[in-house]
């Protein structure tokens, strides 16, 4: 707990960080339809486009998802410390 602390401010990054996980999960939706459309049409490319949604799927969608999961967390930990400090503010 942060002794102290602007509980508004606490909530406001929370708040924050839980919309950019919701970005980063509009991104990820966004790169697997990608991927759908880059294996699709692999056969006109001659395989690049197949190596790039193989890198999207195994690198770059993977990292994303661990971000999102990160920022989540901290959206959870942040709450529950705003939440903390208000109680202590009002003696609970």
């Known amino acids: ?3 102290g ?5 606490l909530e406001d990054v929370a708040a924050k960080c839980q919309d ?3 970005t980063t999960d ?3 939706a966004f790169l697997q339809a ?3 459309a880059l294996m699709a049409a692999s056969f006109l490319t001659g395989g690049a ?3 790039y949604a193989q890198y999207l799927r195994q690198v770059v969608i993977p990292w994303l998802q661990k971000i999102s999961a990160a920022l989540k967390l901290f959206a959870q930990v942040l709450g529950a410390n705003a939440d903390a400090q ?3 503010g ?3």
């Open 34 to 36: 990608l991927v759908v």
């Open 90 to 92: 009002c003696g609970w």
């Open 5 to 9: 602390a602007d509980v508004e401010e």
């Open 20 to 22: 950019g996980a919701e």
């Open 26 to 28: 509009q991104v990820i």
């Open 1 to 3: 707990m942060f002794l």
């Open 49 to 51: 486009s197949a190596k």
């Open 86 to 88: 208000r109680r202590v």
